[in-house]
């Protein structure tokens, strides 16, 4: 009993150091003094280099071999702890020391050459990024495939090739899908008028309480990329305020509560063990899509936020509640993976997702990804890029390490379908309430058959039992062209 | 050099999370949801382990005995190092552990029993902190004076018996004073009017930027207890408004700009190590003490904050600079410490620290401290005690543990005393800046004398150096006896 008893010991505060970390990275996006950057660099730096230390703990392998979990909570925990031990010690010191070094520094010279409109400045950077990646793929894989390596820090078990066969099977509907809205004879108006921040932020608030948010075990504030922040009984979601588009502040709200929703919603005696989080970035933003998308996306609820609206910024352009809809829901071509509406964001995710993979592989080098970049999107949307920072400068991921995290968004969006198909046949007034402003059947359905269980089921077990079905992008699919068609009268 | 290096980069990390523990109470008094008391109770444990950790690792002996410091700065880090080392070494892992548990469950009794008003209900419980406190006080004094080893933790250097009798010396002459001016025949006006909240906030932060806060490494808030949190690039001051006395907004803020700006002052080359703090609670008090009542209640700023007073609020009952003057200098009986003006504020102190050096000398037990209290406070202030509240309830340093910190207060108006005398000499010109709304000339002879040392030099050698002359009673005496013999024409 007293490995286990130890380990548990042991993780629990690793768990309270490591949301402590989590606790400093928000302040740092919201409350603190400009001129503190280098301070709280050192700070996060210290924290890390004791959450570095306890992750590699030798005790751990000990704890490990003599442990003898005694519930089924127990055993997951230590399928966890022994993954991420694993993982940790696999990737040498050196290398660690040298990515973290490398990826903090490129991300000031990506911002910088995003800012100049000039990717050559950027790119021999992230080839050193990619090289340290790729080792750090090499040192996890063991053998086996470098991209799924990475792709498993973020939705464990998943594979490329999965993935990609996933992706095959979506892009030619959505490329269909997205042909016939951009071409149909009649287009959804904009919304325009004058949008004041502080009635913007009210009604962020009344949208993050139609949906449930825990304002006793959270706050919003304001960030520049807003996103949710901490679990159990703290977690803080942000927002940000486009003035002339109210859209951006209330769906990012709706967003990250979905987010925060999700790590609220686990049950509290897994606070402070490996099962106390969300269990991987595709599920969680499953959670943050089906709270902005299905639920908010919907016309029952934009009826109500219509009326809300309208109220609030004493009356709008748009005088009727359908018209509304098809505003709140409109699609345009555009550049920007997070600016895209639900039909094209999709095909953002595939085309890096197929970039990545192949530089991972060592099949495309960094020199040619702009003209890759360029001419797959042409291919996909359409459309030339016209300057780097609408092309491959837009996103921070790969700057910053991320490889083998894009997928995980169009992941969410699968799940997300799946999960509204099942969840609406489970709460068939779940329509009339969000009309009246009130998600609760919906965010219920979603706490019992997701969020409780934290880490406690794999991704895909847990999507499989939710829904009562496999994962499939089918929903998704005969959800979009459903509600598209109906809007874009096609 | 290893030894050297090895330690000053060990206590650098040290440094760097006890700083986040800082930032971690700011967060819990200022912003953190109210649901999240346990998890935060959690992690501050997590991170309170880490440090005592740190603090009595082995490896600090080892380097000590083998470091072989370069510079002034380096032998005193060394001896500060040393210093807690020992300090942290000399108490029982059991008694800190016991400590830690017994002072946080004490605040929780203390607060209950004092909005029951019911001393008897707290006293078991001070009871078993003093047993704690003493046999801490045994450990730490090996063979010295009980009450002198807890006091070195906030005053390092000074002894009871030297504060005894700088109390002596000071107290006829407070007692007269005090006696002349609550038998004045003229009083001033009391302040009245609606104040709201956010012309205090809005005003506050005028007073803020007048005594040089810089706001590119703080922020202010609002919290329950106004305080000071934070060093070097990031040093946060919070504030609260009682809506009918913007008073105590005003000078509260003020009061914390002084500890924030010590902070902020201190060498940038000291930041992470043992120097980057201000050297006592004695000097940090100095420092709030001399910008809120030295140079903040002085007849010139008085001056400038009665026309801002006057705008802001749109008119005061008070209608005349000079009579201004005098209300934010009135001396009234009272119960509470905290609330108390110049002259009395320091007999509140000198009855605390007789009180708690009886009762770690063990001369006073905690059943008679209620008679104790409540006699003593009728022989310095003539009035009864009505109730524990306003007795020996008030206060919440003996439930967490604080003998010895008392002292610290009056001490600290002892040295502001001491460098207001130094500081007008050297700076003609403030009052005229002060009369301005502007305090840079006293700012900057505190950065240069006081601030910027951090903790190189002892408290009394860094007072003294900056005065040239002993540390004494009479120039705090002289400035109270000469500015209230003025206002109240004595």
Known sequence: MSAMNDLLAFQRQTEALSSIAERLGWDQETVMPRGAAEQRAEEMGAIESVL????????????LEAATPRTEAESRAI????????????????????????TSLSQGIWAEARANEDAEEFLPTLDQVLMLKREEAAALAEG?????????????????????????????????????????????????????????????????????YDWSRGRMDVAVHPFSSGRWQDSRITTRVVEPDPFNCLYSTIHEVGHSSYELGIDPDYAFTPLGRGVSMGVHESQ?????????????????????????????????????????????????????????YNLHIMMRFDLERDLIAGRLDTRDLVEAWNSRFQKDFGVAVDRPANGVLQDVHWAIGLFGYFPT???GNVYAGCLNAAMREDT?????????GDAAPGVE???ENIHRHGGLLPPRQLVEEATEDDISPEPLLDYLEDKFSTIYKL
């Open 52 to 63: 570095h230390e306890r992750r590699t703990d030798p005790r751990i392998g000990e704890w």
């Open 79 to 102: 399928e966890l702890i022994a993954r991420d031990f694993n993982r940790a010690n696999r990737v040498p010191a050196r290398l660690a020391t040298e990515l973290a070094r490398l």
């Open 144 to 212: 086996g495939d470098l991209y799924d390596a990475l792709l498993d820090d973020y939705e464990p078990g998943m594979t490329g090739a999965e993935i990609a066969s996933l992706f095959d099977a979506m892009r030619p509907r959505l490329v269909t899908l997205r042909e016939d809205i951009l071409g149909a004879g009649v287009q959804p108006q904009e919304l325009t008028g004058h949008f004041p921040q502080e009635t913007q932020l009210r009604l962020a608030r009344t949208c993050a309480t139609a949906f449930g």
């Open 288 to 344: 943050s899509r089906i709270y902005e998308n299905q639920m908010a996306r919907g016309r029952a609820f934009t009826g109500w936020l219509f009326n809300r609206m309208s109220d609030a910024f004493d009356g709008l352009n748009i005088t009727d509640a359908d018209a509304f809809y098809a505003t709140v829901n409109r699609v345009t071509p555009g550049f920007i993976r997070t600016e895209a509406d639900e039909v094209q």
């Open 409 to 411: 968004y169009a992941l």
């Open 428 to 436: 068939p007034d779940l329509d009339d309430t969000l009309a009246q």
């Open 445 to 447: 359905w979603l706490r």
